[in-house]
């Protein structure tokens, strides 16, 4: 069983930067896979980003490929999601989720998920 608790969300401008942060219980964090995804009001919830269990491997969205940087300290239970250059579009809620396996884009394969933390980008 992991918890996962999402935070580092907020206000900024185009163009500014936000660090989200995703704290996971457990002592078998460094065995999962962790994504980072994204739900704008209406529509559905989209991937962002996945890591794998060491952060050897990183996979992005097209649309936040060069601006946002999935990272993990498997020392700490904590993965991160650095984000730069934002856009308007990337207002959204964004959530963390943990997999027993290799990193996916696909949201229904994860199975562990955080509680959700609001980004707001204005232009």
């Known amino acids: 069983q992991v918890q996962l608790v999402d935070s580092g969300g907020g206000l900024v401008q185009a163009g500014g930067s936000l660090r989200l942060s995703c704290a996971a219980s457990?002592?078998?964090?460094?065995?999962?896979?962790m994504g980072w995804f994204r739900q704008a009001p209406g529509k559905e919830r989209e991937f962002v980003a996945a890591?794998?269990?060491?952060?050897?491997?990183?996979y992005y969205a097209d649309s936040v490929k060069g601006r946002f940087t999935i990272s993990r300290d498997n020392a700490k239970n904590t993965v991160y999601l650095q984000m730069n250059s934002l856009k308007p579009e990337d207002t959204a809620v964004y959530y963390c989720?943990?997999?027993?396996?290799?990193?996916?884009?696909?949201?229904?394969?994860?199975?562990?998920w955080g509680q959700g933390t609001q980004v707001t980008v204005s232009s």
């Open positions: 457990g002592r078998t964090f460094s065995s999962y896979a």
């Open positions: 989720a943990a997999r027993g396996g290799s990193y996916s884009r696909v949201s229904r394969l994860y199975d562990y």
């Open positions: 890591i794998n269990w060491s952060g050897g491997y990183t």
